[in-house]
């Protein structure tokens, strides 16, 4: 089974150390909330774990389902089974997310030397994944060269969370852009693939209110780039109760 595990694991941007020997296990089929103050590195955690380019891992390791895929290049975490956050072009004239998505598709299944995928076939797929997802028809017709809101970008993802059935999904809820809508698009469709694939999420977010949505089974506290806490889904409530407050005090560098 593919759990993600990541092992004292340091990465710096530029000479910036961000990430100071964090120690994670998503297991398959659960739910991991990683929280944290902001600039703690969560965001940088997640495009560790994707391979951003511009993060350096200068010590410990990423595994996937035992597979060590601390310098594996992004593709082939994707094809390993991670789900990676929806990379939609910038600007292509005349192309519809339908159409978008079917190149994806197909520029998956030639990597793996597959035929293209019929348009029946196609069609089928992706209205199983509307479905799953609760994202109205109308949405694949929209061209990508449109612009998107911020709700719109989540319905994406979670378009593609549906189609690529990743055995692992890491979540940045970048919180903020997140309106009650967005909110219920992206915690409807989490459960649902999760519940049809028994798929890993690694859930990351400053805020509880998503956690009410979707249930984390272990929950992580991110304090300057190293795990201050793990626990329960209590540890939500504590949170919430508590703010970051005593955490902060507890792990703040003296004079800080
Ligand atoms: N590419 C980068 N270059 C330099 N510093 C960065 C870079 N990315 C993030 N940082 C810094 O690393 C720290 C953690 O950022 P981030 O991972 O985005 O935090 P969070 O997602 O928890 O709010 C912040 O101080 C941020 O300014
Ligand atoms: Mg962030």
Known sequence: MPDLEIRNLHAQAGDKQILKGIDLTVKQGEVHALMGPNGSGKSTLANVVMGHPNLEVTEGQIIFGGEDITEADPDERAR???FMAFQYPVSVPGVTITKYLRMVMN??????GEEPVS???FRRIVEEAMQLTAIPKQF???YLNEGFS???KKRLEMLQLALQRPTMAVLDETDSGLDIDALNVVAGAVNSVKADS???VLIITHY???LHHIRPDRVSIVFDGRIATEGGPELVEQLEREGYGKIREAFAPAGA
């Open 107 to 112: 520029a998956h299944r030639e990597e793996r």
């Open 150 to 152: 911020g709700g719109e």
């Open 80 to 82: 390993l089974g991670l």
């Open 140 to 142: 694949a017709s929209r």
């Open 208 to 210: 509880q209110r998503i």
């Open 198 to 200: 028994g798929m890993g």
């Open 119 to 121: 348009l029946k076939d």
